[in-house]
């Protein structure tokens, strides 16, 4: 079965300083990668995807990822982070199954923390 | 907007009541899911449905059930709740693009106890 490994679990900075989550997935073929958000009391939210084209995919609020397919990696970056971005980050891989069907699997989350 | 509605936001029921978790989407979307949040475990996958009355076993399915009998319903059910069952449980919908999968959208999840 595939997995996503997201190697931080809990991460604190303090603001202006850069953030980079790291994502790793174990599956060979195709997959579409996401970033998903859950601010705190809020419902999770997509904060960018990739499907193909350009690896180095631009979200909301500043985020960015690049998509390596030879490490199978998912980075999640922002050159500056605010306190506002105080949030657990989940990153999520759909392969290509057998059969056709693409079933999400999310990583285990990572909570950051931004003190002002 | 989309938008992906839970019946109930808190429960709490006792070990061995059987208890019905809805969910409706109002986007027409072909993708609905189930998944309980713990913490340090992530989302992880109990059933999913692809399509009026069809369902598809995730990763984590013993304990429960699935209905789906109108495409913008997805209920899920514990025929007999037990403490390890209590849990944040989150609803998703996509759209589906011949065999892809869109983006997930979230209800706010049900907070689930079992006493």
């Known amino acids: 079965a595939q997995s996503v490994s997201q190697h931080n679990h809990h991460v604190i900075l303090s603001e202006a300083a850069s953030l980079e989550l790291g994502c790793n997935y174990s599956?060979?073929?195709?997959?579409?990668l996401f970033w998903y958000v859950q601010y705190p009391g809020q419902h999770l939210q997509l904060l960018l995807k990739?499907?193909?084209?350009?690896?180095l995919v631009k979200g909301i609020k500043g985020f960015e990822a690049e998509f390596i397919k030879s490490k199978f990696s998912f980075n999640l970056r922002k050159p500056s982070v605010q306190w506002s971005d105080t949030a657990e980050y989940f990153c999520a891989v759909n392969p290509l199954l057998t059969g056709g069907s693409y079933i999400p699997t999310f990583g285990r989350g990572t909570s950051l923390i931004v003190h002002p | 907007d989309v938008k992906v509605t839970q019946s109930s936001r808190y429960l709490v029921k006792r070990t061995g009541e059987k208890v019905f978790l809805e969910c409706v989407q109002d986007m027409d979307h072909e993708n609905m899911f189930w998944y309980r949040q713990d913490p340090g475990l992530g989302l992880r996958l109990i059933y999913f449905?692809?399509?009026?009355?069809?369902?598809e076993k995730g990763d984590i399915p013993e304990g429960y059930s699935v209905s789906r009998e109108k495409k913008e319903r997805f209920s899920l059910i514990l025929e007999s709740a037990s403490t390890n069952q209590t849990s944040m449980y989150l609803c998703?919908?996509?759209?589906?693009?011949?065999?892809?999968?869109?983006?997930?959208?979230f209800g706010e999840g049900s907070r689930l106890t079992v006493l």
């Open positions: 998703a919908s996509s759209l589906r693009h011949g065999d892809e999968i869109g983006e997930l959208f």
């Open positions: 449905s692809y399509d009026v009355k069809m369902k």
């Open positions: 599956y060979g073929g195709t997959v579409n």
């Open positions: 990739y499907f193909s084209g350009d690896p």
